[in-house]
């Protein structure tokens, strides 16, 4: 088989950018190894910033996020008996976000897809690239016991971090940057009315909680845990009763627990390899980076690396221009390094570290202290949490 741009993976990046690619007059083929039952069932993110609703409308799949998301123009973070919202459209000229969950931003694109014809293989077992070297990269995989191979232009690697893209590039000419965090989120997902308006972080003697949603009537809490933890350790009622003690007691009075439709804990990491580009091998996503979930950027930023490489794949066929394609990886990195920085900031603020000594405490109170009494403080943090402007990764 014989296309322009391979795509490994089909959650929200591979299925944004081959969406994308399909409205400009761009062939390509996604290759995912999962079914789609699966892809549809991973429970993930749901705060997208204005950019990632952009691209969603200009994918012509924003029709139900803009009927079902909830619009949130602010954020609320509580530390002891202090509750500090930040006003995210006063300070940033009217910019808000998105409450709406991935699975959900994901079933667009695939009734978009479905709709269009496009070519998706799922559960391609194996997949491995080769002849990267060459103009013409192959893409290799097993479907229904045979072996299929695809001659393309360009390979676009939004597989996740446990992909094969990355671990295609040769280590000699690849650079990795990681920081591991000493605990990971428990969350529990469940149909029950939210707590608040708007998303509650908490920062309490005991640990970290956060406060979020899915529709208003889809609840999702997290709270912090430790690594060696395991979900079975969690009884439904022991998180429950956890949480209400980690809350300001006017929101625990209001907190309602019902049966979890979910419950899972993800370890809490920061990473990125650098160069995100490798001859004709892209990188984008998960593939070549990993933040903290504390400041809400993981999907956006997968997001930000698909407008980079639509854009440069685009100029590329329509206008013969490889200028965007030489600077791909360049322009991401300025964003990811951006965003590892505001998501290391958020996750050192709000949580309790192990190790952590009465000092340490002291510097999150002071922090704490200087965001409810500075608006240049504030007007920072909520510059960082809509998201900063798509000006080609600067």
Request: aromatic fraction near 8%.
């Amino acid at each position: 088989m014989r296309t322009q741009v391979g795509i490994i993976g089909a959650g929200p990046s591979g299925l944004l950018l081959s969406r994308l690619l399909q409205l400009n007059g761009v062939d390509s083929v996604v290759l995912e190894r999962q079914s789609a039952d699966y892809v549809l069932g991973r429970i993930r993110a749901g705060i997208l910033e204005s950019g990632t609703c952009g691209m969603l409308r200009q994918a012509r799949a924003g029709e139900r996020m803009d009927a079902e998301g909830l619009v949130h123009s602010g954020i609320e973070l509580c530390s002891g008996s202090r509750r500090q919202r930040i006003d995210l459209a006063a300070l940033t000229g009217g910019k808000t976000v998105m409450v709406y969950g991935q699975t959900e931003l994901t079933k667009d694109l695939m009734d978009a897809h479905e709709a269009a014809g496009s070519h998706i293989v799922y559960e391609a077992k194996d997949v491995a690239i080769s002849e990267l070297d060459s103009d013409t990269p192959k893409l290799t995989y097993i479907k229904d016991g045979a072996e299929h191979t695809i001659v393309c232009d360009f390979v676009a690697g939004c597989d996740g971090f446990h992909g094969v893209s990355r671990r295609t590039i040769p280590e000699d000419q690849l650079n990795t940057y990681e920081r591991v965090y000493p605990f990971g989120w428990l969350g529990l997902l469940a149909d029950t009315k939210p707590v608040g308006d708007e998303l509650i972080y908490v920062n309490s003697e005991r640990g970290f909680a956060l406060c979020s949603m899915r529709s208003r009537t889809r609840s999702r809490y997290y709270i912090q845990c430790a690594l060696h933890e395991n979900v079975e350790d969690w009884p439904e009622e022991r998180f429950w009763e956890t949480l209400s003690t980690l809350l300001p007691s006017e929101t625990a009075a209001k907190l309602e627990t019902g049966n979890a439709l979910e419950m899972s804990i993800a370890p809490l990491r920061g990473f990125v390899a650098e160069p995100m580009r490798h001859g004709r091998l892209f990188l984008a996503g998960d593939a070549a980076h990993i933040v903290p979930p504390t400041g809400a950027k993981g999907l956006n930023l997968a997001a930000s690396d698909i407008h980079l490489l639509s854009t440069a794949l685009i100029a590329f066929y329509q206008n013969g221009q490889s200028e965007l394609i030489e600077r791909y990886s360049d322009n991401c990195l300025a964003r990811v390094w951006k965003a590892q920085r505001f998501s290391w900031w958020m996750t050192t603020l709000l949580h309790r570290f192990p190790d952590a000594s009465a000092y340490d405490r002291q510097l999150q109170m002071a922090e704490l202290n200087y965001l409810a009494q500075s608006t240049a403080a504030q007007t920072a943090l909520a510059e960082n949490y809509v998201g900063m402007p798509y000006e080609d990764g600067k």
